[in-house]
């Protein structure tokens, strides 16, 4: 066998290196921007079902207002025919 060879491990030993902040550092950054787009796509979903619902219910006011004219003109005819 071949004798093992040796590194120098300066920088492993102690304190982390900047590196290693570095890299923690932007994995922070990650996670809070993962964080903030979840936040922000829960939010475009409720704001985006509140706004059919709302839609929802103007159709719903819309299709009565239109019922109402419908009687009211019946209403008008026959009382015309009487």
Known sequence: M???EEFPTKELEGTPSNDIGVIRESMMNILKESNKK???KKWRTNEFLSQLRGEEDEHEEF???VSAIRQ???E???SQHE
């Open 2 to 4: 071949s004798p093992r």
């Open 76 to 78: 008008s005819i026959q």
């Open 38 to 40: 979840k936040i922000d």
């Open 63 to 65: 299709i009565d207002e």
């Open 72 to 74: 009211a003109t019946r």
